[in-house]
T-cell receptor, first 114, second 110 residues
Framework: AQSVTQPDIHITVSEGASLELRCNYSYGATPYLFWYVQSPGQGLQLLLKYFSGDTLVQGIKGFEAEFKRSQSSFNLRKPSVHWSDAAEYFCAVPQRGGYQKVTFGTGTKLQVIP | DGGITQSPKYLFRKEGQNVTLSCEQNLNHDAMYWYRQDPGQGLRLIYYSQIVNDFQKGDIAEGYSVSREKKESFPLTVTSAQKNPTAFYLC?????????FGAGTRLSVL
């Protein structure tokens, strides 16, 4: 069965510093991969998606993620964090074909300090 | 603007009471979903529907019920059989590979 692991529950970074959030997946074939962001008390917003092709994916709000098959990873990065990036981030793997069931990671909460 | 509307934003349930959470979408999506979110547990699937008049149980369906009479609407009822209903509930809809989410309903027990 497919699974997604986000090993970091909580991360704190200084404003202007770089950010990397980790995501590891378990899937029998080449997966589709998503990153979502959730602000407090809100729904999830899609940041970026990987389907195939170029392994470096650009998303909204200056985020990017790199698919590494050899490491079963899809880490999210941002070169310079802004205070408004404080939120919870979820990595997700959809089941391909037919009904669109999605497996979500448990999330990483990002705190940004001045 | 197209999107998913959940109401109410906050809801309180008394002991033994059934409550219904509303979810409406104008994205013309066939599939709709209900998730429950608890701190540190990510999102857990309650029910999903791929088409009108059809729905399937997800991973934690006990104590919940749904209907899908219209393409745009997928209400969730939290029944008195759900003994721990306090959580944040998210509705989503999808066009093939991407799910889009509403802003959520926070349910608490009085």
């Amino acid at each position: 069965a497919q699974s997604v692991t986000q090993p970091d529950i909580h991360i704190t970074v200084s404003e202007g510093a770089s950010l990397e959030l980790r995501c590891n997946y378990s899937y029998g074939a080449t997966p589709y991969l998503f990153w979502y962001v959730q602000s407090p008390g809100q729904g999830l917003q899609l940041l970026l998606k990987y389907f195939s092709g170029d392994t470096l994916v650009q998303g909204i709000k200056g985020f990017e993620a790199e698919f590494k098959r050899s490491q079963s990873s899809f880490n999210l990065r941002k070169p310079s964090v802004h205070w408004s990036d404080a939120a919870e981030y979820f990595c997700a793997v959809p089941q391909r074909g037919g009904y669109q069931k999605v497996t979500f990671g448990t999330g990483t909460k990002l705190q940004v300090i001045p | 603007d197209g999107g998913i509307t959940q109401s109410p934003k906050y809801l309180f349930r008394k002991e033994g009471q059934n409550v219904t959470l509303s979810c409406e979408q104008n994205l013309n999506h066939d599939a709709m979903y209900w998730y429950r979110q608890d701190p540190g547990q990510g999102l857990r699937l309650i029910y999903y529907s791929q088409i009108v008049n059809d729905f399937q149980k997800g991973d934690i369906a006990e104590g919940y019920s749904v209907s899908r009479e219209k393409k745009e609407s997928f209400p969730l009822t939290v029944t008195s059989a759900q003994k721990n209903p306090t959580a944040f509930y998210l509705c989503a809809s999808s066009n093939e590979d991407i799910q889009y989410f509403g802003a959520g309903t926070r349910l608490s027990v009085l």
